[in-house]
């Protein structure tokens, strides 16, 4: 690979460039994964092929290449294949061929939708912390009498002369160590993550299989899985932990569903921020049901501890599941609407590949 192609595959603008047609010469891997497609598969495709709705942008384009004018437009929306849209702001530069050929195009797309997601990601994160660091606090405060009223219990039950006193002293004892395992629930995981090479598929099989135990024949599965998503260093006890509680909400949510059905899809995305750190491929991991939604008042506090939509719920399996996440420094999001739920979670694939990645960002 030479150094120029090299240089272009390490930005994380999307680069397009089109030939005097209008179709496709050259992507950067940003522009791949922003438009969904290979550059080999791109490769002399007409814009419009791949751009569905480029009604604008198209004879802006065509002015260009006439004229030699470069230009901008603000907040365009693309729609590509599968009905994916993409809103983006669109430079367009001119590139004049030495030989005096015909001119050809650069295209600099920004994605409002992910500067969008990583503001939203960032702020959520930042509440995240504020409330683990507001539950440590109150944990702190609640462990340590609850330890002093067991440990109370426990001596006067010695003293009891009447076993039917000492079933008082039982439910004291029973109550403080169930309410010291709620709140160790609260904190999290703590103890260090055994990194393994954990192999995706497998997870998601091993963690059908837990669902099927409980729920019989109850959910239609839908497998979209990419074979070709390598492995990525992870505990897998936890990442199985994780994603259960995700799909055991989706099976609650769906309990009064005539067709309920979750579906699975992991893929490769290519030149993704998590928080500060911008790492060239994560592994994006869908988890879709079609059930009723996510109450609005709900969605921006749902992986907030005690936040259920449930009468019976705990609000601690989202929760868990965010930790979860953070602690592999990935990051998970939902999107919802009537008849259709999406947790999307985003992991690196190497611990030190976001090491490095941190270390580039604080010395730009």
Known sequence: MDANRQILDALATAVVVLDGSLRIE?????????????????????????IMRAEKLVPSLRHALEDGQPFTHRDTTLRLPDNIIEDVDVTASILEQPSGGARSLVLEFHPLNRLKRINKDGASVARQETARQLIRGLAHEVKNPLGGIRGAAQLLERELPSEELKEYTGVIITEA????????????????????????LQVFEHVIQLIEAERPNTIKWIRDYDPSVPDFEADEAQIIQSILNVLRNACQAMDD??????????????????????????????????GPGIDPELEERIFFPMISGRA?????????????????????????RPGHTCFSIYLPFTHAQRDQNNEEVAQA
């Open 26 to 50: 050259t992507l950067n891997s940003a522009a791949e994964s922003l438009l969904h497609v290979s550059e080999v598969h791109a490769q002399g495709m007409p814009l419009q092929e791949l």
């Open 177 to 200: 160590d169930r309410l010291k395992e709620l709140v160790d629930r609260m904190l999290g995981p703590q103890r260090e993550l055994n990194l393994t090479q954990v192999n995706i």
């Open 312 to 336: 019976d719920g705990t609000g601690l399996g989202l929760a868990i599941t965010q930790n979860i996440i953070a602690q592999h420094h990935g990051s998970i999001q939902v999107s919802t």
């Open 257 to 290: 569903s005539d067709e309920p059905q979750i579906q699975l899809r992991s893929r490769v995305v290519r030149q993704f921020t998590i928080g500060a750190a911008r790492h060239r491929m994560v592994m994006r991991l869908d988890i879709t049901d079609n």
